[in-house]
């Protein structure tokens, strides 16, 4: 029998397979954990965008997280799509009697740019799962939702990020740079007293569905595994940026990143003239 490290992720679906639940069990399948999912909602969706969502009830979503906790114990929890403040009191009252690892890829936009989260609900998961978190993954529009500030540079970022682990509680915060202008797609991470750079060259391609998911999703079960923070956003900067270098050309419109990207590496691929965003 093979001792193995478990993940769990609490999310919505994605029947497309690019995004959410599905992209975070593929990451940690390539990342050698063992994965769980709990569904928070279900979301019909594709390249193209979000046709239809459906929000499980609270206690169905209570009796999900029952079937785990009971059974067996992740050794670290994302969290992504969680839509009403009563599914976050559900989930924070989970993870507070859990000694499990806890990331929040506060999903409140699909890339279509479908509202995924009701304006209410971002204030709650200030309150209730913030504060719970090791490590919060926003990309620039949803660190500018969570904090007011507009983030056009490094030292807005930096603001942005002392105001989430300083006033909102979050133990660390990695602050996703694809939005921004520039060559490179750089991300800072926030401990609380230092921050971190992460770097790769900006890839030209279109097909970026799912990015988030899978970054966020790495960075778990890196952590699930017992790595450092630092070490385990360098590994999953590196999974990100191949799986999005040798993304899939699949459906009509944003296509998924490749979640075995990281076995092409030196394998040419065709160059598209479209800016990656995660």
Not at 225 to 251: H, M, N, P
Request: glycine share 8%; with cysteine.
């Amino acid at each position: 029998m093979l001792d193995i490290k478990s993940a769990l992720t609490i999310a919505g679906t994605d029947p497309s397979g690019g995004a959410g639940i599905q992209a975070d069990l593929k990451t940690f399948q390539e990342r050698e954990v063992y994965g769980m999912s709990v569904v928070t909602s279900l979301v019909a969706q594709n390249t193209i965008g979000v046709q239809a969502v459906h929000h499980v009830p609270v206690e169905f979503l209570e009796q999900q997280l029952e079937s785990i906790f009971s059974d067996i114990t992740p050794a670290a929890v994302k969290t992504g799509m969680i839509a009403s403040e009563e599914m976050m009191h559900c989930v924070a009252a989970a993870l507070r009697n859990s000694k499990a690892i806890y990331v929040m890829d506060p999903v409140m936009y699909a890339k279509s740019g479908h509202a995924l989260m009701g304006e209410d609900s971002r204030d709650a998961l200030k309150t209730h799962l913030v504060p719970l978190a090791a490590l919060i993954t926003p990309n620039i529009p949803e660190a500018e939702e969570l904090t007011g500030i507009h983030i056009e540079d490094e030292n807005s970022m930096k603001a942005a990020a002392k105001i989430i682990v300083r006033e909102y509680g979050a133990k660390a915060v990695l602050m996703k740079g694809g939005h921004m202008e520039g060559a490179a797609a750089a991300d800072l991470l926030y401990d609380g007293s230092s921050f971190s750079a992460y770097s790769a060259e900006r890839i030209q391609t279109k097909h970026t569905h799912g990015t988030g998911c899978t970054y966020s999703a790495a960075i778990t079960a890196e952590l699930a595994k017992g790595k450092s923070l630092q070490e385990a956003v360098r590994i999953g900067k590196d999974f990100v940026t191949d799986a999005i270098q040798y993304s899939l050309q699949i459906g009509k419109g944003n296509g998924p990143t490749n979640h075995w990207g990281y076995r092409l590496q030196g394998v040419p691929v065709q160059e598209e003239q479209h800016n990656e965003v995660y």
